[in-house]
T-cell receptor, first 108, second 113 residues
């Protein structure tokens, strides 16, 4: 059974700090996606990474796919209250499986 | 705006009642999905439709049925609702079954009493 473990489950930090959240698996994925979900809304796709070692940047967010395509990280620089939300990773092979998410709260 | 539209947004049912959740997408996507999201359980796939005319079971299909009405529409039916089906339901669509990102609707919050 393929599983995606996200850590930490919860993170509360002050505005302006940097943070990294992780998505780990023992399985290899052909691609990995990150989503952000705000209360009362559906998840919104942030990025898809497909190549081992790939790094993608989206403004203050940096996504990295592990060399072995089993793990990924999301780094946020100078976090802002607007970054608050549930961050989900999803690994894709024949199916897409979701991690349970990291709930991030940025304090103003 | 283009995207995935779900109706209704909120629903309260009594145990044993039936209802259909509607989903429509206007992005010409081939594949559509129904998920449920519960605290501590994450997103779990109920059913999916890889293309018009096909449907397949996901991780938690019991108690549900689906219909892919056409390329745009994919409905989820609860024939006899149970309290265990209290959840937030999300419809999603994508261009392919695997490897590419989903576009999600904004969800239906269902309570079964």
């Amino acid at each position: 059974t393929q599983l995606l473990e996200q850590s930490p489950q919860f993170l509360s930090i002050q505005e302006g700090e940097n943070l990294t959240v992780y998505c780990n698996s023992s399985s290899v994925f052909s691609s990995l996606q990150w989503y952000r979900q705000e209360p009362g809304e559906g998840p919104v796709l942030l990025v898809t990474v497909v190549t081992g070692g790939e790094v993608k940047k989206l403004k203050r967010l940096t996504f990295q796919f592990g060399d072995a395509r089993k793990d990924s990280s999301l780094h946020i620089t100078a976090a802002q209250p607007g970054d608050t939300g549930l961050y989900l990773c999803a690994g894709a092979n024949d199916k897409i499986i979701f991690g349970k998410g990291t709930r991030l709260h940025i304090l103003p | 705006n283009a995207g995935v539209t779900q109706t209704p947004k909120f629903q309260v049912l009594k145990t044993g009642q039936s209802m259909t959740l509607q989903c429509a997408q206007d992005m010409n996507h081939n594949s559509m999905y129904w998920y449920r999201q519960d605290p501590g359980m994450g997103l779990r796939l109920i059913y999916y439709s890889a293309s018009e005319g096909t449907t397949d079971k996901g991780e938690v299909p019991n108690g549900y049925n689906v219909s892919r009405l056409n390329k745009r529409e994919f409905s989820l039916r609860l024939e006899s609702a149970a309290p265990s089906q209290t959840s937030v339901y999300f419809c999603a669509s994508s261009n392919r079954v695997r490897g590419y990102g989903y576009t999600f609707g904004s969800g239906t919050r269902l309570t079964v009493v």
